[in-house]
């Protein structure tokens, strides 16, 4: 059964606004991540940058999502070079829309943040893949793997 993901749009670096239904890509790589510039999620931009090439010449475009500010944003992709945009959710618009708000224990307390996860949808909103609870290690490798097989 194919899921797919109601329109939203975002804000995005570089002054644009990204829209899920005017996006031209033959697919498109979602990523969400719970902060800027923490190890984490540093190591996994890092690894989506190096990749980024190998995504490309497949026809996909790759977009992390967070709920920091746009300003925030600019910050880590200019320190980091990425190539890539990145999407400022801060009303939860598009974690709601794939359900990636979770509870985690940070350091013995409760917490609502987003649980890391990868999503691959087509240009209609098509989930093709999905990966909730990701471990960094390897995984945007997996990803890249699976947009192989596309």
Request: glycine content about 12%.
């Given at each position: 059964?194919?899921k797919?993901?109601e329109?939203f749009?975002?804000?995005?670096?570089?002054?644009?606004?990204?829209r899920l239904s005017?996006?031209?890509?033959?697919?498109?790589?979602?990523?969400f991540y719970?902060k800027?510039?923490?190890?984490g999620?540093?190591?996994e931009?890092?690894?989506?940058?190096e990749l980024?090439?190998?995504?490309?010449?497949l026809?996909?475009?790759?977009?992390?999502?967070s709920?920091d500010?746009?300003?925030?944003h600019?910050?880590?992709?200019?320190k980091?070079?990425?190539?890539?945009?990145l999407?400022?959710d801060?009303?939860?618009?598009?974690?709601?829309?794939f359900?990636?708000?979770?509870m985690?224990?940070?350091y013995?307390?409760?917490?609502?943040?987003?649980?890391?996860?990868?999503?691959?949808v087509?240009?209609h909103?098509a989930?093709?893949r999905?990966w909730?609870?990701?471990?960094v290690?390897?995984?945007?490798q997996e990803?890249?793997d699976?947009?192989?097989?596309?």
């Open positions: 059964m194919e797919k993901v329109d749009s975002l804000p995005c670096t570089g002054g644009r606004t990204f005017a996006a031209e890509d033959k697919f498109l790589v979602l990523y719970p800027d510039n923490t190890p999620c540093t190591t931009g890092l690894q989506f940058r980024h090439p190998q995504f490309r010449k026809g996909g475009g790759i977009y992390g999502i709920r500010s746009l300003r925030s600019e910050g880590f992709k200019a980091h070079g990425f190539p890539f945009e999407l400022a801060t009303e939860e618009t598009a974690c709601n829309r359900g990636v708000i979770k985690k224990n940070m013995g307390k409760q917490v609502r943040g987003i649980e890391r996860s990868t999503f691959v087509d240009r909103g989930v093709l999905e909730r609870g990701v471990k290690p390897g995984h945007v990803v890249l699976f947009a192989k097989t596309l």
